[in-house]
Structure formats: structure tokens, C-alpha cells
DNA sequence: ACCGCAGTGTAACTTTTGTTACTGCAAGGC
DNA sequence: GCCTTGCAGTAACAAAAGTTACACTGCGGT
């Protein structure tokens, strides 16, 4: 099971980082290997090792206070979650849960060559401050559609996001869920789906929706 | 008008920074003073200079798509604000605006330093990682308000926070320029302060809002 | 003193979202 | 086959928030 580490990294993140930084990555990573649905990272957890994702999905999770969650947004190849940097380098525990969107790979990398490397490697200090600026973006994002959307725009939203990181326009979750992580009921996504369905948008199926005329 | 600028910087961030870079930034900053209400960024801007904030207080705020806008946190004496950040190392547009709260002061900083002393102290490099961090948790702060809380408790946290930045029980705004940052309608906050001050929370006044028993 | 106006109070109504409850349906286990 | 169970559809109602409309009230300007 064990590929060629660095060409796994090289794949994922070879236009972003120096050839000697891939092969100390190698070097010093670990492969961790994660099925749709796996926990990575809890509320409250501290984090030892520092995640890049070479391949698959991650969908990063906010806790409710009584109950449930809330979608923030993706990981994909290529990204980190500054999250977990914020808490590597704070060395606080996690604020959010990470769980696995689909299955994929992640290189582990220990905490103190993370910051060995922010002295040594220019691509890397640029690949830091670039995950923290798009998570904050993301989190912007997440705060428009929270702040400014309607329940229906959010939902399509979804859709349309579930659709992108999982490279297909069937949607294999059942209402329950997409309630969940949009932190809202049942009744109300089965509400709107049935519009959409009836807008000619979607297709609803028993454990699936088939995303229409793109 | 020109006090000592390193006395200024050592007020605010005498505890964060070592003396040697105390010394440099006085040397390459410049100070800027503004009065309540100023627009500081807007949305849009290109960001040439880095902002310490040394005195005051300023509020961060996103553009809503049609009108109007959301408050998602204030910056107080030791901050910068990360999307600034964001914007220096990526050099992208401001995607929020910053507007003083209260009259104040900011150490601005040129670009070209801020990646220079990355390399040459510690103490900024921490600094730049914290002020990423706090803003990321702030922003997961203005989530859960979006997400999860009722008008009524953002109202609440509102006034607690307006109270706690102005370093004052007495609010000095109209129900129109709350709904405004709250991005709900006046009548919505009128009847819910109405409320509160038949519950004993505050009292009411023209052009102000007292907190009653903390 | 009077006017004008911004700020506030409030009623009445609509829209959006959440809740409860019940029905039917499909797939898997027996 | 039949039963169980999880999923989806829908009605009926409740709660929260948004909208419209209008009245009242201090205060500043003239």
C-alpha cells in the first residue's frame, strides 16, 4: 500500500512547493489513508501532526450548541486546514470537526518541521499564508451565505458544492443528512427539494438527487 | 501632533514585540490618527500599508449583495486586522470594510517591511500567527451568531460588545444603525429592545441605550 | 411659537422557517 | 410472503423575522 510518497506529494503539490521541500516532506511524513464518512479531527482535540491533503475530500464541520453541526466549507487536493495550523502553531485544541467526504490520502507532517521550515523554504512560508488566506475567505463565504441567503439559496448552494468535491452530479445523501450540515430540519430540506424537483432543477431519488441541466 | 512614536508602539504592543523591532517600526511607520465613523478600508481597495491599531477601536464589516451591511467583529489596542494581512501578503482587493468605531490611532507599516521582518524576528512572526488565529476564531465567532443564535441573543451580544469596546454602559447609536449592522430591519430592533427594557435589561432613551445590571 | 424631521412605538400582516404528526413506500431480513 | 425499519411526502400549525403603515415625540432651526 505503500506508492512512492514523494510522488504522491509531487502530484498534489508540485507546482507549489521547491523540489528539496517535496523530498524533505517525503522524508519526514507519514501516509494516512481515510474512507468517506472517517472522523479526522474532533472539537477539542489537540493536533500533533500537521494534515496535507493529497487526494479526496474533507468536510470541515462548526458543532451547534445543543445539537448538530454546521457545514463551513471543503478541503481538496493541494489544501491544508488552517485550523489545524492555527492549533499547531497556538497549540490550543481543535474548534472544528474534520471528516472525510470521500476517501483519500493525507501526508502527516510533525509540527516542529513546520516551523523549521518557515525559516528554510520561501514556497513554504507562501503555502502557510496562502491557507490562511483562503480559509478565510472561506469562512467569508460562509458567513454571506449564512448572513445574506435564504434557506432555498442555500440549499442549491450545496447542492452545487457536494456536486464539485465529489465530481459527480448525483448527490448520494439522504434529507436527514444535508439537514444536518446545514443546520436546519428535515421537513424544511424535503420542502425544497420537491419545489426544485418541480422547478425541473433536480431529481429525487430514494438516498439520491441527480443535479439537473447544469 | 507628533507624539513619540515609540512610546505610542510600547503602549500597545510593548509585551509582543521585541525592542529591537519596537525601534524599527517607529522608524518606518507612519502615525494616523482618525475620529469616530472614519472609513478606514473599503471593499474593493488595494492595501499598501499594514495597520497596527495602537488606540481605539474599529469595526469590521462585510457588504451584503443588495444593501446594507453585518458587522462580524471589532479590533481593539494590540490588533491588526488579517484580511489586511491577507491582502498585503496576496495582494488582492479588501473584501471587507473597516470603519473607526471610536476616535483613535494606527501605526501604518509598508509592505515590503512586514516580509522582511518575517525572516528577522520571531516576536513578528508570532504576532502575524496570532492575528491570523484570533481572526479565524472571530470569525467562527460571527458564524455561530449567524448559525445559531436567535435575533434576540445577537441583539444582546451586540450591545454587550458595543459596550465593552467603547469602555461604556450607555450605546450611542439609533435602532436604525443597529438593524443596519445586524443587517435586520429597525422595526425588528425596536421591538425586540423594547423587550429587554420590559424585562429590566436596559433602558431606553433618544439616541441611546443604557445597560442596566451587569 | 411653530415647523420639520429624525427617531421611536406599535399594530397588522406576510413570508420564511421550524415543529409535530401521520402516511406511504422500498429494501432487507426472517 | 410478511415484518421491520429508514426514508420521503405532506398537511397543519407555531414561531421568528421581515414589511408596511402610521402615530407620536423631542429637538433644532427659523
Known amino acids: 500500500m505503500e506508492l512512492n510518497m514523494e510522488e504522491l506529494i509531487k502530484q498534489a503539490y508540485g507546482s507549489v512547493f521547491e523540489e528539496a521541500l517535496i523530498k524533505e516532506i517525503a522524508e519526514v511524513s507519514t501516509l494516512v489513508e481515510f474512507e468517506e464518512g472517517d472522523k479526522l479531527i474532533d472539537i477539542g482535540e489537540y493536533i500533533r501532526r500537521m494534515p496535507l491533503l493529497l487526494t479526496g475530500a474533507i468536510k470541515i464541520l462548526r458543532e451547534d450548541r445543543d445539537e448538530g453541526d454546521l457545514l463551513l466549507y471543503f478541503l481538496e487536493k493541494g489544501d491544508t486546514c488552517a485550523m489545524t495550523l492555527a492549533c499547531c502553531m497556538g497549540d490550543t485544541r481543535s474548534e472544528i470537526r474534520a471528516i472525510a467526504e470521500n476517501s483519500g490520502s493525507l501526508a502527516m507532517i510533525p509540527v516542529n518541521k513546520m516551523e ?99
Chains 1, 2 share one sequence.
Open 116 to 214: 523549521e521550515w518557515l525559516g528554510k523554504y520561501k514556497s513554504w512560508r507562501n503555502f502557510v499564508f496562502t491557507s490562511y488566506n483562503k480559509r478565510l475567505s472561506e469562512m467569508l463565504n460562509a458567513v454571506d451565505n449564512l448572513a445574506f441567503m435564504k434557506m432555498d439559496e442555500r440549499l442549491l448552494n450545496y447542492l452545487n458544492e457536494k456536486a464539485k468535491v465529489n465530481n459527480s452530479d448525483i448527490i448520494n445523501n439522504t434529507h436527514q443528512e444535508i439537514a444536518y450540515e446545514l443546520n436546519t430540519s428535515r421537513v424544511v430540506v424535503s420542502r425544497l427539494l420537491k419545489a426544485f424537483e418541480n422547478e425541473g432543477k433536480i431529481k429525487l431519488n430514494r438516498n439520491n438527487i441527480v443535479l439537473l441541466n447544469k
